[in-house]
């Protein structure tokens, strides 16, 4: 699960997916009247669990919560973002309403809900994905308007108007718009954004200068080392997204905040049937990382993982990879599919 904004909104509708997620920010407004609650250390407690892929953990201590109380709205957005991570789109959206239901003034719940409904959106028809898509934009535009300093909504936004068509409300020049923002916000995500509305006019010389430019600009360069080895797999210069896969492991390495990078930089490798053994080695060094992400879920880096070291012949990592997403997150349909299919050979 790349971390993903408008994921899953079809070819038809969007040129390309697009990753996304990060822990939700509250508006200014909403922080102003947080309160500690008697609830508040298991929802510490369940965003811990969530961000080291314990989805286990983190629904249990969800369902242990009283029924009524003033957490209730960051509760749904927690039980959303677990459910995203286990890839059950129906019952995460149905959180993230429930969490904007509860509290409206709160930016990273409507960015959350856009997330869920661009999930739906990509698994719907045209006819639902295109009122979905509607939906979509405006979760990211309220998001924006209830904190316009919210870097992830930004860029969530960002990529949907460079993405989508005029008729859901996209439009690059809504696009440029929003990287100009960004410029105050995140320089890197404005450049990175730059090099996506350039990539998708052709303009490979000018994607590729802001790709790197993004680099230079990052504070956290990792994750952009890895869209610049994006931009070279969608061109198909395999040589240069090898080596800036190498880059992006090395300044992981260097900052360990970055491990989302090692993740996102295997999956790269791993799609396009590229160094196995390199992309194994990140994934096995983002799981013994003390930074792991919902973005990268631990679970499903576990069954990544799991089939490299099946085609690395490996038998019995596999098997120890499959067993550590299951304990991890039992109810993830491709680890159950994939135990099913050991137990019947």
Known sequence: MLSLAVRALPAAMLAAAVSASAPAQASAASREHERPTEASQPLAEANAALQVGE?????????????SGV?????????????LTLEQWNAALAECQQAVRLDGENSGY??????????????????????LAKRVRVEFEEAVRLDPRNAEALFDLGEFYQQAPGIVGGGIEKAQGVAAQLDKVDPARAHQLRGRIA????????????????????????SQWVSLAGFYRHRKRWTEMESAVHSAAA???????SSLALYDGATLLDETSRNPELAA????????SPAKTEEAPAFVAHMRLARLKEQLGDATAANREQAAALALAHEYKPAQDLSRQETRR
Not at 212 to 217: E, L, P, T, V
Request: hydrophobic share 45%; aromatic share 6%.
């Open 251 to 257: 300044a992981a390495e260097r900052d360990k905040r």
């Open 71 to 83: 957490s209730l709205a960051e509760a749904s957005n927690l039980e959303c973002r677990v459910r």
């Open 281 to 288: 080695k990140m994934l096995d060094d983002y799981l013994a």
């Open 199 to 222: 990539e998708q006019q052709k303009d490979y010389d000018t994607a590729e200068r802001e790709f790197k430019a993004a680099i230079a600009a990052g504070a956290h360069p990792a």
């Open 110 to 131: 409507h960015l959350w809900l856009a997330r869920a409904l661009g999930e739906k959106a990509g698994r719907a028809s045209f006819l639902t994905a295109y009122s």
């Open 55 to 67: 989805a286990d953990k983190a629904l249990a201590l969800l369902d242990s919560l009283p029924p």
